[in-house]
């Protein structure tokens, strides 16, 4: 069993830091508002005063705030006790943050892991929590059976802005699922439907769908869109602008379809009629 110290005692941290606790491990605990990390005394955890003495307390220290710039300005207060540290962020950024905090800390001879957390606090220490990391893999090495107490684990790769971007790219999914579901929703309570009542239709709808992924995803890896389509862009495009006509005429607004809309508009104009969906992503591609 080792130390760690979680500083943050928001509720991820506090679910980190009570999950950490029930598997044994040393915990201390640290929250810039001091009354937040006080429960967690009665839960067995030690509480330090300052984030350079969370650092000196344990073997580990997790960092789990509320944006990029809190872990920043945390870990300057601790400049001078962070050489030789193994540091873990759990804090949600982009590619960007963590690569610089990763540079920041090189500088600082600290080691350093980044890390997406998938899954909200009740989760932590449960089935079907997963935690993304990039960054030090001897650090992940080093602390994989207390990783493992908080969520499957899978590490990503040693460059630190791994983690972020897969978690981002995973977010952007569920986003998009989202929407749809919430545009569907508009259009059938435009007719005095009962979102409930659809969703019978529409989960068995979306989980088909689902099931054309494999297919988009080999088109987007090889750049082949034109092979084997059943659904052309063209007719799709169609399709979308009816989705776009029939929103207005049901006064939803389509906020939600017209970029698609006009992104597979781009597609069509620059001669792509006949690919697949998937020829979607060159156009996003080349907007980067
Ligand atoms: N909660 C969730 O569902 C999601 C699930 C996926 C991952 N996220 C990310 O986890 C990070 C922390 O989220 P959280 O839910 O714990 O957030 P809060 O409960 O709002 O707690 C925020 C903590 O951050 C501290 N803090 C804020 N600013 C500073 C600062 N400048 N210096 C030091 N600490 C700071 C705050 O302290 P205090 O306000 O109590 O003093 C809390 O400890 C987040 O990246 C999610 O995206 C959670």
Known sequence: MSSISVLGMGAMGTALARTLLKNGHSVTVWNRTRSRAEPLAGAGAKIAESPAEALAASELAILCLVDYPAPRAVLEQAKEALAGRDLLNLTNGTPGDARELGTWLAAKAAIYLDGGIMAIPPMIGGAG???????????????????????????LGEDEGLASLYDIALLSGMYGLFSGFLHASALVTSAEGKAVDFLPLLLPWIEAMSGTLPDLAGKIDSGM???????????????????????????????????????AGDRVDSGGHGDDISAVVEVIRKRK
């Open 129 to 155: 929590a997963l935690i993304l990391y990039s960054g030090s893999h001897a650090l992940f090495d080093r602390h994989s059976s207390a990783l493992e107490a908080l969520a499957e684990s899978r590490h």
């Open 225 to 263: 869109h034109a092979r084997d389509v059943v659904s052309n862009i063209a007719m799709q495009k169609i399709a979308l602008a009816n989705i776009v006509r029939a929103s207005e005429e049901q006064g939803v607004a389509p906020d939600f379809m017209q970029p698609m809309l006009r992104l």
